[in-house]
Nanobody, 125 residues
Framework: QVQLVESGGALVQAGDSLRLSCAAS????????MGWFRQAPGKEREIVAH????????NYADSVKGRFTISADNAKNTVYLQMNSLKPEDTAVYYC??????????????????WGQGTQVTVSS
């Protein structure tokens, strides 16, 4: 079993920056991918950013490209999401997730085995 603990969510103003963190812990687990998803009220959960653990290659949703950066500290099993130039439409609950192996494309929630509890990001205009 893997536990994911997220932190960093807050209420901010448009144009501000936030940094989310997600630390993974547990017994003898393997990280293949880590991802950040978000879910706004009444909307489906969507991929925000993804990082391949072995190569640190990254992918981003078009809506956040150039504003958000995903990074990882492999030694700490921790992934970060630096969010700059925040917009009101970025308001959502943000979740981190771990995939232990390849199952589906990285942008599919079904690819991931474990999920954090979520952290609220609210951007006021």
């Amino acid at each position: 079993q893997v536990q994911l603990v997220e932190s960093g969510g807050a209420l901010v103003q448009a144009g501000d920056s936030l940094r989310l963190s997600c630390a993974a812990s547990g017994r003898a687990f393997t990280i293949y991918d880590m991802g950040w998803f978000r879910q706004a009220p009444g909307k489906e959960r969507e991929i925000v950013a993804h990082i391949r653990w072995s190569t640190s290659s990254t992918n981003y949703a078009d809506s956040v490209k150039g504003r958000f950066t995903i990074s990882a500290d492999n030694a700490k099993n921790t992934v970060y999401l630096q969010m700059n130039s925040l917009k009101p439409e970025d308001t959502a609950v943000y979740y981190c997730a771990v995939a232990g192996q390849y199952r589906f494309y990285y942008y599919s929630p079904r690819h991931y085995d474990y999920w954090g509890q979520g952290t609220q990001v609210t951007v006021s205009s």
